[in-house]
């Protein structure tokens, strides 16, 4: 099995910033792409940001300009650097990783939500 755990959420007021965390563990043999996705209350989750094993990176166009995926493959950790940040950003962020595991069974796994509120 693959665990994925968020941390670094918040209240943070109307133009703050917050930085997520998602670190991976357990039965990884390796990572392809890393994802935020974000679920406000009354909508549908929806993608946040990509970011792909050689980095290369895709927004959605409500957060272009003001977050920034990245990656330390070393940790197994994906961050969303949130900056300029505004009530509509409030909602659940989940982490999600796909990749292949150490039976070489592909998998794509989800950690349990964090809370992001902006408000002031």
């Known amino acids: 099995q693959v665990q994925l755990v968020e941390s670094g959420g918040g209240l943070v007021q109307p133009g703050g910033s917050l930085r997520l965390s998602c670190a991976a563990s357990g039965r990884i043999f390796s990572i392809n792409a890393m994802r935020w996705y974000r679920q406000a209350p009354g909508k549908q989750r929806e993608l946040v940001a990509t970011?792909?094993?050689?980095?290369?990176?895709n927004y959605a166009d409500s957060v272009k300009g003001r977050f920034t995926i990245s990656r330390d493959n070393a940790k197994n950790t994906v961050y969303l650097q949130m900056n300029s940040l505004k009530p509509t950003d409030t909602a659940v962020y989940y982490c999600?990783?796909?990749?292949?595991?150490?039976?070489?069974?592909?998998?794509?796994?989800w950690g349990p939500g964090i809370q992001v509120t902006v408000a002031s």
């Open positions: 970011i792909t094993s050689s980095g290369n990176t």
């Open positions: 999600n990783a796909a990749g292949i595991d150490d039976s070489s069974r592909y998998y794509t796994n």
